[in-house]
Nanobody, 115 residues
Framework: QVHLAESGGGLVQPGGSLRLSCVASGNIFDIADMGWYRQVPAKERELVAVYTRGGDLRYGDSVKGRFTISRDNAGNTVNLQMNSLKPEDTAIYYC?????????WGQGTQVTVSS
């Protein structure tokens, strides 16, 4: 079992910044892809950013140029720096850890962008 602890969500004004962090712990048996997805009511969960085990970075089209994902050297912490936030970025953000058929999710952290 892998546990994911998320932090950093909250309320921010349009144009502002937030930083999300996710720390993986537990039975970490392999280097995994780690990343962030987000979801709003009545919509499917969508990719925000992923840092793959091979070091590739992948971003959703709507966040390219504004969000940056990073990872610590041990590979168990992933951060998401979110700049130039827009109201449409409002969602619950979920951390994800994936290695082969093992797929774990955090409980989610709310990000609200509003004036």
């Amino acid at each position: 079992q892998v546990h994911l602890a998320e932090s950093g969500g909250g309320l921010v004004q349009p144009g502002g910044s937030l930083r999300l962090s996710c720390v993986a712990s537990g039975n970490i048996f392999d280097i995994a892809d780690m990343g962030w997805y987000r979801q709003v009511p009545a919509k499917e969960r969508e990719l925000v950013a992923v840092y793959t085990r091979g070091g590739d970075l992948r971003y959703g089209d709507s966040v390219k140029g504004r969000f940056t994902i990073s990872r610590d050297n041990a590979g168990n912490t992933v951060n998401l720096q979110m700049n130039s936030l827009k109201p449409e970025d409002t969602a619950i953000y979920y951390c994800n850890w994936r290695a082969g058929r093992w797929d774990y999710w955090g409980q989610g952290t709310q990000v609200t962008v509003s004036s």
